[in-house]
């Protein structure tokens, strides 16, 4: 008889050590750490014991996970508050670097708005792009994560353009891509190409309604 041919017998007769409980005092297992020999009580307390440990690292994941995301959806909260609260294109981007810097720590920020808008003379954000940047903007469908700088995205950062390890780069768009909010950091590994991205996202979206809401009011 093969060993296969034992597991299955047990397997399909699960009683069978009731009727034969005198065997469970012969039977000895090895130690799973080495060393002496056990008893099938002692290897299934151990085993047990192995999966609740298992259990508890995956429940202390879920919980560390899920104070992350309320940590997150607060500071989402926050800015999303500071968006609706500006009185002015001027306060509402004084917000979003403010708020982006304050809440999610992120060192460096830029913004630039093109298209039919109207221009604001001395606002860094209405500086002129090229026509690359805007392409490049209409079809970032997703935010881009990753080490490298965008066509001249890294000169919106002056003298710290060039320590700079990552980028984050995320459309402002309405029915199409009218700017471009681009947040970096000196760390390599703040914003990667694997990293989730679906709080950048929400930010664009809100980002976006709350500039349309101020453009359209400039405008009108």
């Keep these: 008889m093969k060993e296969e041919d034992v597991a299955r017998y047990l397997t ?8 034969h409980a005198h065997l469970l005092l012969d039977v000895q297992i090895p130690h799973p750490h080495g060393g002496r020999a056990i008893s099938i009580g002692e290897r299934q307390a151990l085993a047990l014991r192995e999966k609740i440990r298992i259990l508890e690292s995956k429940l202390a994941e879920v919980i560390q996970f899920g104070e992350e995301n309320d ?33 999610f720590a992120v060192p460096h920020t830029g913004i630039r708005l093109w298209g039919d808008i109207p221009e ?32 001249e ?18 459309a402002l768009r309405a029915e199409k891509a009218f700017g471009l909010l681009v947040l970096a950091s000196e760390d ?8 989730g991205t679906i709080y950048l996202t929400r930010l664009g979206d809100l980002i976006s309604s709350a500039l349309m809401r101020h453009l359209h009011e400039a405008k009108g």
Aim: hydrophobic share 40%; proline share 7%; with cysteine.
């Design 71 to 103: 940590a997150i959806s607060e500071k989402v909260h926050r800015i999303t508050l500071a968006l609706v609260m500006a009185r002015s294109l001027e306060t509402l981007l004084h917000s979003i670097h403010f708020n982006l810097r304050e809440d």
């Design 12 to 19: 399909e007769h699960p009683d069978f050590f009731e009727s």
């Design 120 to 151: 604001h003379a001395g606002l860094a954000e209405f500086a002129p792009v090229s026509n690359e940047l805007r392409v490049f903007a209409e079809n970032l469908t997703h935010p881009y994560c990753g080490p490298h700088p965008v066509h």
């Design 153 to 170: 995205t890294a000169s919106w950062f002056g003298d710290d353009g060039d320590r700079l390890r990552s980028f984050a780069m995320v």
């Design 188 to 195: 390599p590994q703040r914003f990667y190409p694997e990293m």
